[in-house]
């Protein structure tokens, strides 16, 4: 056969192109790849040992911690109970959007012989924007709503007093550190106002400013304007002043 | 050890476990199965025929081998066709030689002595070691034969008598006898010159004081090429592949344990029929070989003359090996003679089964490869394949394995490297885990440590914002309306029938704007000093007082009275007055406590 007559050189160069055929595929489908993981693997090794060699420890806390859990549980218990305190303070306030309270404020003018000129809803802004003092949405119908309106005044005019219904006075936003500012942003619900103005001399003024601290909820002025009437009253009449408060319930 | 040698160990490459051993003479055709046994080999089968055509003896013998079991393929024959020699050849055991370049060398120097070996098979000895003629009558027939043969070349019609026309003119043989006679001498004896050699290198022979003139000693073995093929038809019409065609004097050797001793001399002395073998060894190798053409009758002088031939040579073993067809009584007179000739004791190497000669024995030796095979010679049948270092096949193969081998270096060098990196990656990672784990402890308390804080802190704005409210519910704002209905009434009991008060403005800041009229100068600054003696408990202090000339209701002249009623202290009331609308920080915006 002609493949027995190969001579030497040629086998050798025969052997050669094999075996740079078979280590090349060897080195380029095996070595390489594997070379490659191993790099990656050898990488992650030195990673780690320098990890190992420099490891960064979270500074450990100075606190001891059954000091700490200690002091948490104190601190539960009296924000409970400040809570509680605060629960039952709360409950000598108005419920808000009620009209009971602008009543009891209209009959308590009328008992203290001021007249009421004025009573409307003053709204004040959060720090934030929003708006407290929010008409409620009572769940009655526009009829009902109507009437009970109706009643309202009724009941004003029989307290000697007017009011606006569905007037609305923006007092924008409360400075930091006003009476006002806290009322509404230190207060989880914040306190609705009313504006009231009054007419009539100072005694009863006077009069109607403690009968407020008589009311089944807390009212407190956070506001007061007065002005003496311009013209004189007659010889013996006393002088008419008009007072102008911001009333918050 | 050769690459050679190892390939030749390979299991693939070992030879048949049994071969049929044939030996052919005048006679008839004896043969036997011999089976290897480890390092030595066994007769299992034997047999003989004396039919006359040797194909047809041929014949008889394998179907008597295969009746009996034997499915062996290869065969060896022992035949006196097949000449000895040791010739001296320029060139060395380990040498780059094609087998075909050292065929030519070893046939270049056996033709003249296979011409010579060729006279050991005339028809006149074939017929005496027939039995159909005498020695004596074979002179008388060639006489014959040359006195007609010369006289009728003078006359004008010439016939050429041959030799057994002349011996069956004179009745020596019959025309039945001269026939079968001839057709057993066509098995041993055949026209043609081309021979065909084997040969076996005796390796430490050296002959020669240069490097450039040595000459190396080979044991060589050739046969008639037409004679070759006869036997390999023979054969090959039994399904029997005829490997190598041996001498039949001469392969004994191989069966004797040669110690390796450098410089031990023996002798083997091995007796056929129609030939006589002396074979000297020295150490391992066979330094000298004779063989001569025997007769029965003449066997111990031509064993005499082989050993007076080397007489100046003094053996330490002298072996006997009689393979001829006589009696155990003349071979025991033989060897007794031998001794007395030698003056030492002979080792007699009987005949290992009835039909099988020591050198049957030594020819399946040889062709096994076993111990004793590079002491003997025989003619391969096919022809010379190259040493298996040569050949393609194991090129490829050894090429193939060293790729292989190579490549599982390279192989195992990734493996080992990347065995060292997983192990390093191991025991870091292992290291790492220790301290990974150490850290995640130490974070778990610092994150509970800070939980804990955040929750403290969250709880401690919760109830700060609480306090504040509480404070604002509870105190500032039951106070503020306190502090109004104080500020009033101090200001109703401060203000004398002289003086009006005209406005009260409240600033959440600034607190309350007093504006006041005063029929006199002295009724105003009664009321400044009264009233701010009055609000004093109330922490508030009267601040940008003005005193001036106004006229007042009714058109009387007076005094008008301006003053802030502040909780402010100097430092947040200058502050704002200086920057009116500023936001003044809650904590200086303090609600008066005094009204209590």
Redesign the interface.
């Known amino acids: 056969m002609a493949?027995?007559k190969?001579s030497n050189r040629e086998?050798i160069l025969i052997?050669i192109v094999?075996?740079t055929f078979?280590?090349g595929s060897?080195g380029l489908f095996?070595?390489i790849p594997?070379?490659k993981?191993?790099g990656v693997?050898?990488e992650?090794?030195a990673k780690?040992?320098e990890?190992?060699k420099n490891?960064?420890?979270?500074?450990?806390?100075n606190?001891d911690?059954d000091e700490?859990?200690d002091?948490?549980a104190a601190?539960?218990e009296?924000?409970e109970n400040?809570?509680l305190?605060?629960a039952s303070?709360?409950k000598?306030?108005a419920p808000t959007n009620s009209q009971e309270m602008v009543l009891k404020i209209s009959e308590a003018a009328r008992a203290a012989g001021v007249r009421v000129i004025e009573s409307v809803p003053y709204l004040v802004q959060k720090k934030d924007g929003a708006a407290t003092n929010q008409p409620a949405k009572s769940g009655l119908t526009k009829r009902q709503q109507r009437r009970a309106d109706r009643e309202a005044r009724k009941k004003a005019r029989k307290s000697g007093g007017t009011v606006v219904a569905g007037k609305i006075i923006s007092g924008g936003i409360?400075?930091?550190?006003?009476?006002?500012y806290?009322?509404v942003n230190?207060?989880?619900n914040p306190r609705p106002f009313q504006r009231i103005s009054v007419e009539g001399n100072?005694t009863d003024?006077?009069k109607f400013?403690?009968s407020?601290?008589s009311l089944p909820w807390?009212?407190?002025?956070?506001?007061?304007?007065?002005?003496?009437a311009i013209q004189?009253p007659p010889p013996g009449i006393p002088?008419l002043i008009t007072t102008k408060m911001i009333v918050?319930m | 050890m050769q690459l050679n040698d190892l390939l030749e160990k390979l299991p693939f490459n070992q030879r048949a476990s049994s071969v049929l051993v044939c030996e052919a003479d005048y006679t008839g055709l004896r043969a036997a199965v011999v089976a290897r046994n480890s390092d030595n080999v066994a007769v299992t089968l034997e047999t003989s025929s004396d039919n006359p055509d040797y194909k047809l003896a041929v014949a008889e013998v394998v179907a008597y081998m295969r009746k009996q079991g034997w499915t062996g393929k290869l065969a060896v024959l022992l035949t006196p066709s097949v000449m000895l020699a040791m010739i001296d050849l320029p060139i060395p055991p380990k040498n780059k030689l094609a087998p075909t370049q050292l065929a030519e060398s070893v046939n270049w120097e056996l033709e003249p002595l296979f011409a010579q070996h060729l006279s050991t098979l005339s028809i006149g000895r074939f017929f005496v070691l027939l039995g159909y003629l005498t020695p004596e009558q074979v002179e008388d027939v060639v006489s014959q034969q040359a006195y007609i043969n010369s006289s009728a070349n003078q006359s004008e019609t010439f016939v050429y008598k041959r030799f057994g026309e002349i011996a069956i003119d004179l009745r020596y043989v019959t025309q039945a006898q001269l026939q079968r006679g001839l057709e057993r001498l066509a098995w041993f004896q055949a026209l043609g010159d081309e021979i065909k050699c084997g040969w076996a290198v005796q390796a430490a022979s050296v002959v020669g004081d240069k490097a450039d003139n040595a000459q190396y000693q080979w044991l060589a073995c050739a046969m008639n090429q037409t004679l070759l093929r006869q036997w390999q038809a023979a054969f090959t019409a039994q399904a029997l592949k005829l490997e190598n065609l041996y001498p039949l004097a001469g392969c004994a050797i191989a069966n004797l344990d040669i110690a390796h001793k450098a410089g031990k001399q023996q002798l083997l002395l091995e007796v056929y029929d129609s030939v006589i073998a002396g074979v000297q060894i020295s150490g391992s190798h066979i330094k000298n070989l004779y063989v001569h053409a025997n007769t029965l009758p003449d066997t111990l002088p031509n064993l005499t003359e082989i050993y007076h031939t080397l007489e100046d040579v003094e053996f330490d073993t002298i072996w006997y090996a009689d393979s001829s067809a006589r009696n155990d009584i003349d071979i025991s007179y033989t060897n007794t003679s031998l001794e007395q000739l030698t003056q030492q004791a002979i080792k007699t190497i009987s005949r290992p089964a009835q039909f099988v000669s020591a050198g049957m024995l030594g020819a399946a030796r040889h062709v096994m490869k076993l111990k004793g095979a590079p002491l003997v010679a025989g003619v391969p049948v096919s022809n010379p394949q190259p040493s298996l270092t040569q050949r393609?096949g194991v090129?490829a193969m050894l090429?193939g394995i060293a790729?292989l081998a190579?490549?599982g270096f390279?192989?195992l060098g990734?493996q080992v490297?990347?065995g060292m990196?997983?192990s390093?990656?191991e025991k870091?990672?292992k290291?790492?885990k220790t301290?990974n784990d150490?850290?995640a402890r130490?974070?778990a308390?610092?994150d509970?440590?800070?939980k804990?804080?955040d929750?403290?802190k969250g709880?401690?704005e919760?109830?700060l914002?609480?306090?504040?409210?509480?404070s604002?519910?509870?105190v500032?704002?039951?106070k503020?309306?306190?502090t109004?209905?104080s500020f009033?009434?101090e200001l109703?009991r401060s203000v004398s029938e002289d003086v009006?008060?005209?406005?009260?403005?409240?600033d959440?800041?600034y607190g309350?704007t007093v504006n006041a009229w005063s029929l006199n100068e002295k009724s105003a600054q009664e009321f400044i000093k009264t009233f701010q003696v009055a609000v004093q408990p109330l922490d508030f202090k009267l601040k940008d007082i003005t005193v001036g000339t106004q006229t007042g209701?009714?058109g009387l002249l007076g005094y008008s009275i301006n003053f802030s009623a502040t909780a402010l202290d100097d430092a947040a009331w200058n502050a704002v007055k200086q920057l009116p609308g500023a936001?003044?920080?809650?904590s200086?915006?303090t609600?008066p406590t005094g009204a209590k």
Not at chain 1, 55 to 61: D, L, R, S, T
Not at chain 1, 174 to 180: D, F, Q, S
Not at chain 2, 500 to 506: F, L, T
């Open positions: 493949i027995e190969i086998q052997f094999v075996a078979v280590g060897y095996r070595v594997k070379l993981e191993m693997l050898q992650t090794v780690n040992q990890k190992v490891p960064v420890f979270p500074e450990e806390p606190e911690i700490l859990k002091k948490l601190v539960t009296a924000t400040t809570l305190d605060l303070l709360e000598n306030l409360p400075k930091e550190g006003e009476l006002i806290r009322l230190d207060l989880e100072f003024l006077q400013l403690q407020l601290r807390q009212a407190t002025i956070v506001k007061l304007d007065i002005d003496v004189s002088q918050a | 393609l090129r090429g790729l190579t490549l390279a192989e990734l490297r990347q990196i997983e390093e990656n870091v990672n290291e790492l301290i150490a850290i130490l974070q308390k610092v509970e440590v800070k804990t804080k929750a403290i709880l401690q919760d109830k914002e609480a306090d504040s409210a509480v604002l519910l509870s500032d704002l039951p503020r309306n306190q109004v209905i009033l009434s109703a009006v008060i005209d406005r009260i403005a409240e959440s800041i309350f209701r009714l936001t003044v920080p809650a200086v915006v609600q």
